[in-house]
């Protein structure tokens, strides 16, 4: 009898443990101890706005090179420019590939984007983009080591641009993943509750049906009035039912609001702006402010853009007085009457020619045009005595 029990016991050990492991085993387990199915970043769609607004952007910017003069840094216009602006990569733009490398420093790659830079000749034949999947990077006693499949590449024989650089590691990017992490989530079962109401919704109609009737205590009997009194085979026609065992009625389907989903979504919306630094409106809420894009180009834009400007300079140009620029001014919201009045100031003050004026607005060079114009009064300080006012008229 004894041996029997234990028998029993084992049985019901092993029961017990194939179950727990079969539970570790599924999905349930997975979502609960990981507090959900994993998503990344460039599969959020509010996340990939936002870095799409960067990477569209810097792309959309021409890239100078200028050269430190005595009199100020001019812009050099050489093959070497040309090649970095018009085709850095012989299967790209300049457009696809700085859209390509944004783009990946801020999702795929994690706040790290490797760009290899092959030589011909002593000159730059092609910048090949590495893919992000094959990246990792391996510390050493003097810095660090890039490991690219089987290859292993020294810093100062690749591009690498960060951005949001790690504590320890300065030299390596983090991206926005940790800080992100929650936002998606609740983004994400945003997204799973809308797709359930939409293929799912709550009932329009309500029927009080009297409890005591006899057809109302099976299933059967429910279907066999909901068939006899409900059901109607062509839309329009007035149902007829007996007053004395019904009471409809209509009430609104369950919607987005009523679970307060909507605002929800867009305290996200805005969280994931914000962490990006984009502006509401960019990403589908609010309405659009100049004022705050103009400040947005020229301090969340510019600062990632100087990080790969300053990348470009000190590994692709040896000349201690050449370095890339973007030209940001392109990207600010202006009006055709601010272009105009501005370009009329600086035109009256002998700061740019009419020609350069006409450039600003899209208009093509004129011969007669490069003089420079100014009114009488705008005089040198050193010639502000010889003014006839001052001397008695024509006298």
């Not at 009997?221 to 006899?228: A, F, T, Y």
């Not at 007996?242 to 979504?265: G, H, R, V």
């Not at 009256?348 to 350069?356: L, P, V």
Request: glycine fraction near 6%; proline fraction near 5%.
């Amino acid at each position: 009898m004894g041996k029997w029990r234990m028998s029993t016991k084992m049985r019901d050990a092993h029961a017990e443990k194939r179950s727990t492991t079969s539970w570790l085993c599924s999905v349930d387990a997975y979502n609960m101890l990981t507090a959900g199915p994993y998503t990344r970043l460039a599969d959020c769609p509010e996340v990939r706005m936002c870095a799409n607004v960067y990477a569209d952007l810097i792309s959309n910017m021409t890239l100078y090179l200028m050269q430190n003069t005595a009199k100020g840094d001019v812009r050099i216009r050489n093959e070497m420019s040309k090649k970095l602006d018009i085709e850095p990569n012989r299967l790209m733009t300049r457009k696809t590939f700085m859209y390509n490398l944004v783009n990946t420093l801020m999702l795929a790659g994690e706040g790290n984007q490797v760009t290899y830079p092959r030589f011909r000749d002593d000159l730059i034949d092609n910048l090949e983009p590495l893919r992000p999947s094959r990246i990792s990077f391996m510390d050493t006693d003097d810095g660090y080591l890039i490991r690219y499949g089987d290859k292993y590449f020294s810093p100062d024989e690749v591009l690498h641009f960060t951005i949001n650089p790690d504590s320890d590691r300065p030299w390596i990017g983090t991206g926005y993943k940790a800080v992100l992490k929650d936002v998606i989530k609740g983004l994400r079962q945003a997204g799973e509750t809308k797709q359930a109401l939409m293929e799912s919704p709550a009932p329009s109609i309500i029927v009080k049906v009297d409890g005591l009737t006899e057809e109302f205590a099976s299933k059967e009997g429910r279907q066999k009035l909901s068939s006899q009194y409900l059901d109607s085979s062509e839309n329009g026609r007035p149902w007829f039912i007996p007053s004395e065992a019904f009471e409809i009625e209509q009430i609104k389907p369950l919607t987005l609001n009523d679970l307060a989903i909507a605002k929800n979504l867009e305290i996200d919306k805005r969280t994931v702006a914000g962490i990006f630094g984009v502006p509401p409106f960019l990403v589908g809420v609010g309405d659009f402010n100049a004022e705050e894009y103009n400040n947005f180009v020229g301090s969340r834009i510019m600062s990632k853009a100087k990080g790969i400007e300053q990348e470009l300079t000190r590994k692709l140009l040896y000349s201690p007085d050449l370095y890339w620029k973007f030209n940001s001014r392109s990207l600010y919201s202006y009006s055709l009457s601010d272009i105009i009045s501005a370009g009329g100031a600086m035109n009256d003050r002998g700061a740019m020619s009419r020609n350069e004026w006409r450039d600003w607005i899209g208009m093509s060079p004129r011969e007669d045009m490069e003089e420079l114009l100014m009114l009488e009064n705008y005089l040198p300080t050193n010639k502000l005595g010889d003014q006839k006012k001052l001397n008695g008229g024509d006298e």
